[in-house]
T-cell receptor
Framework: AQTVTQSQPEMSVQEAETVTLSCTYD???????LFWYKQPPSRQMILVIR??????QNATENRFSVNFQKAAKSFSLKISDSQLGDAAMYFC?????????????FGKGTKLTVNP | KAGVTQTPRYLIKTRGQQVTLSCSPI?????VSWYQQTPGQGLQFLFE???????NKGNFPGRFSGRQFSNSRSEMNVSTLELGDSALYLC?????????????FGPGTRLTVL
């Protein structure tokens, strides 16, 4: 079984500043992937970044990077140089590999507001 | 390449009715998954289909059903609608050719049950 917990229902950041969104997870699988998805208001959910559990190096995609702490089961998202277009709901999610399923388990989300 | 499309985008139904939602995956994608999104419960997995076969099912009552056609398009049906079924229903498609397959989401169908 997998669970994903996002403890920050809402966060805000000033434009051009840096913000970190938190996520913890639990899984019984030895091989899994972790993701951050972005859902802008009334727009489609898109994948921001993914992390393969067996890779120790933290994933980075332009201004987005993660801090993956496997032992602590922590997976935070850092957004650098925040832009107005970053305002959205952010969901942390996990998927196990061994099961062969494509079932994503999501956290409850963090609403990010970017202030000009 | 066109993205995942869902029809209709908005639906209003009354309690007791049934509804069918449709999802067309990205061309070439053979796997379709469905999720229910509500403010209270968040995103919850409904079903997963691959090659017309249901591969996995979430913890939802039997009123929720789905199917996948030979062209990979998928439909989900909710019978005897309840107020609590009001939600955004999202589908996602993937190639499903390896252990990791990025899932691409559609815009969703907003269902309101009165």
């Amino acid at each position: 079984a997998q669970t994903v917990t996002q403890s920050q229902p809402e966060m805000s950041v000033q434009e051009a500043e840096t913000v970190t969104l938190s996520c913890t997870y639990d899984t019984s699988e030895s091989d899994y992937y972790l993701f951050w998805y972005k859902q802008p208001p009334s727009r489609q959910m898109i994948l921001v970044i993914r992390q393969e559990a067996y890779k120790q190096q933290n994933a980075t995609e332009n201004r987005f990077s993660v801090n993956f702490q496997k032992a602590a089961k922590s997976f935070s998202l850092k957004i650098s140089d925040s832009q107005l277009g970053d305002a959205a709901m952010y969901f942390c999610a996990s998927i196990g590999v061994a099961s062969g399923s494509e079932k994503l388990v999501f956290g409850k989300g963090t609403k990010l507001t970017v202030n000009p | 390449k066109a993205g995942v499309t869902q029809t209709p985008r908005y639906l209003i139904k009354t309690r007791g009715q049934q509804v069918t939602l449709s999802c067309s995956p990205i061309s070439g994608h053979r796997s379709v998954s469905w999720y229910q999104q509500t403010p209270g419960q968040g995103l919850q997995f409904l079903f997963e289909y691959f090659s017309e076969t249901q591969r996995n099912k979430g913890n939802f009552p039997g009123r929720f059903s789905g199917r996948q056609f030979s062209n990979s398009r998928s439909e989900m049906n909710v019978s005897t609608l309840e107020l609590g079924d009001s939600a955004l229903y999202l589908c996602a498609s993937s190639l499903r050719v390896s252990s990791y397959n990025e899932q691409f989401f559609g815009p969703g169908t907003r269902l309101t049950v009165l």
